[in-house]
């Protein structure tokens, strides 16, 4: 019997190898040593217009922490949240809705979610830029009632209602996908006793969601903080976020290096922010504890 199991246990090994093999591979090449090659440009510096000496240096590094480029991460961070905090304002009561929804409703919902994803982003942008121009149909509707027309396009309104377009989904399908398996009987108990909505949701429903919520807010807030696209188009001169700088850097000003060392502080960025939800969600399943100890 043990050399029967021993042989399961190999064949088994070996099936999960074989499974494993092709996204390892993909993975290593078109992803792990692609970032490699990058976070070794982020210590070197360019000898002409394709090469780049990996010297180690941190000279990269430190014309990160300019002034200048200071101001437009902690920019870039502001619009992402300012995104982020609008999308959970929307995104959460569309969810709640989607949730106790009739199914044909929840199915009508859940697609008018799902269509942006089915048009391209570019075209999508192309969409807003119409509708917010000075000729556009929000100022065409405004000028019916004598107000208007306002500059819409090209400010820091625009790049945030774009970003909000954008990544609205993103909110709210993580959401939905939590609140669907909320316990229902929980919101009834609490309406039975006595508490309103608003208190069975913020009291009940909430706490009992955070873990999905946080996974919610981080699959949000990471693509604002490097979108690249939205606020190009639909930004002015002070709304630039660092992607576009990071772009800047390969394809105008040729400095790989500085580029490379600017895209890899948003990587340490995002990593930071994925490490405060795991310890997030650490505490919150340690005050659980200490309320069931209790």
């Known amino acids: 019997m043990t050399g029967g199991n021993n042989r399961m246990t190999g064949s088994s090994r070996a099936t999960f190898a074989a499974v494993l093999a092709a996204p390892a591979l993909w993975l290593i090449a078109f992803f792990v040593v692609p970032m490699s090659v990058i976070w070794a440009y982020s210590f070197g510096r360019t000898l002409g217009l394709t090469e780049v000496a990996v010297t180690g240096t941190l000279a990269n590094y ?62 999508r942008t192309y969409a807003l830029m119409a509708v ?19 500059e819409m396009l090209h400010t820091n309104g625009a790049v945030i209602a774009g970003l909000v377009y954008v990544h ?49 807010v981080l699959l949000c807030f990471i693509p604002a903080l ?24 390969f394809k105008r000003a040729n400095d790989w290096p500085f580029g490379a060392a600017l895209s890899f502080m948003l990587l340490y960025l995002t990593l930071a922010a994925m490490a405060w939800r795991a310890l997030a969600e650490r505490r919150a399943a340690g005050r659980t504890a200490d309320r069931a100890a209790r």
């Open 62 to 123: 430190a014309r990160v922490f300019d002034p200048v480029y200071l101001m437009i991460f902690a920019k870039s961070l502001v619009f992402a949240g300012a995104t982020t905090a609008i999308c959970l304002v929307i995104g959460f009561p569309y969810a709640l809705v989607m949730t106790f929804a009739a199914q044909r409703a929840k199915v009508l919902l859940l697609l008018a979610v799902m269509l942006p994803f089915w048009t391209n982003l570019l075209v």
């Open 132 to 150: 917010m121009r000075s000729e556009g149909w929000v100022n065409d509707a405004l000028g019916l009632i004598g107000l208007g027309p306002f």
């Open 226 to 249: 490097g979108s690249y696209l939205t606020p190009d188009l639909l930004g002015g001169t002070d709304s630039q976020m660092i992607a576009s700088v990071i772009e800047r850097q």
């Open 168 to 216: 609205l989904p993103f909110i709210v399908l993580p959401l939905f996908s939590t609140l669907d398996r909320l316990d229902r009987s929980l919101i009834e108990a609490s309406l039975d006793l006595g508490a309103g909505h608003l208190r069975t949701i913020f009291q009940i429903v909430v706490p009992v969601v955070w873990p999905g919520i946080l996974s919610a």
